[in-house]
């Protein structure tokens, strides 16, 4: 048993060593290790898994080379629209946002929601409001903006007007959504997940990371999962709160349980990944994607980062 254990991920896809170079390989790894310090550093000093998954979130938010907060990708008018969700396995209290526009930290906006209101997921302009009067750090939407986002957004586009592709989803394959689950010392579970999305999402989509049991889920009872992928069909399988289901009641390990889910989603023509931590603090990688940025902490001194499917 860990005393305390820690997983992080920053989106699944089509992530192949000979399709990035050294230098961006090398900076994701060092923000998924900055994500899990900053989490590490609540959990060694006895703090609550809820803090240590907020605060290792945030870290991947502020980095630009994932998709969420600072970095999203783009919505068909060219805006980002942010959703986040975090969940406390110890009460099973909840708090998620969709659609949300000037909050720095959406996951930070999530925790207030389920913190200091009576609800567990506010959506769009009402959400943003929630976040001024709750005192939270603004930004204006451009922000969170990048280069590199624009450039995907006018690929698709451009695809799209050319016939080659909805201008939906996302040509690239790559879901940067990021995401991170936990166990405190004293045995309690949590887990929080962000994104922006889909490039190119039009009608107001919202995936599965707000979604408590689809892409964010944490019961004491069971496990705590941040999913990242196709949200779709993340949302279609209940995806999170499946594999803590598939625990409980049919007795299965959690790599097991986590496989299961990834095979039913992959059967319905899904693609992505989980992370995911049980009671006990055993953690678990599971995707069926060429690879999947990840990494863990855990009270034995272990702190890995991995992008490959060939890694361990």
């Not at 009067?133 to 586009?157: C, H, I, K």
């Not at 887990?191 to 039009?202: D, E, P, V």
């Not at 989603?265 to 693609?271: K, L, N, Q």
Request: hydrophobic share 40%; charged share 20%.
């Amino acid at each position: 048993m860990q005393d305390w254990a820690l997983v992080v991920h920053g989106g699944a896809g089509m992530l192949e060593r000979g399709g990035m170079t050294a230098e961006h390989d090398s900076g994701q790894r060092a923000a998924l290790a900055a994500a899990l310090q900053a989490g590490k550093s609540v959990l060694q000093d006895g703090g609550a898994a809820v803090d240590a998954v907020e605060a290792a979130v945030a870290v991947l938010e502020d980095h630009p080379g994932f998709n969420a907060g600072h970095g999203a990708v783009l919505n068909a008018e060219g805006t980002v629209e942010l959703d986040a969700a975090i969940m406390n396995g110890a009460d099973r209290n909840a708090g998620a946002v969709a659609g949300v526009t000037k909050t720095r930290n959406p996951v930070r906006l999530a925790r207030a929601v389920m913190d200091h209101s009576p609800h567990v997921m506010l959506q769009g302009n009402g959400a943003d409001i929630f976040s001024e009067q709750s005192g939270l750090e603004q930004a204006p939407n451009d922000y969170f903006v990048t280069a590199e986002r624009q450039e995907a957004l006018r690929r698709m586009q451009e695809a799209a007007a050319a016939g080659d592709g909805d201008g939906v989803f996302d040509a690239e394959v790559k879901f940067g959504t990021v995401g991170a689950v936990a166990r405190d010392k004293a045995g309690n579970l949590a887990a929080a997940t962000s994104t922006g999305g889909l490039t190119g999402k039009r009608f107001g989509r919202v995936g599965d990371s707000p979604i408590v049991g689809a892409g964010t889920y944490a019961d004491n009872r069971g496990c705590a999962v941040s999913a990242t992928g196709s949200g779709e069909f993340y949302i279609r399988a209940n995806a999170a709160a499946t594999i803590s289901a598939e625990m409980r009641y049919r007795d299965q390990e959690l790599q097991q349980a986590a496989d299961t889910v990834q095979a039913d989603i992959r059967r319905m023509g899904g693609a992505g990944g989980v992370i995911a931590v049980a009671a006990d603090g055993t953690p678990v990688y599971s995707f069926n994607t060429p690879g999947m940025y990840r990494g863990m902490a855990l009270a034995d001194g272990t702190l890995t980062t991995a992008i490959y499917g060939d890694e361990a």
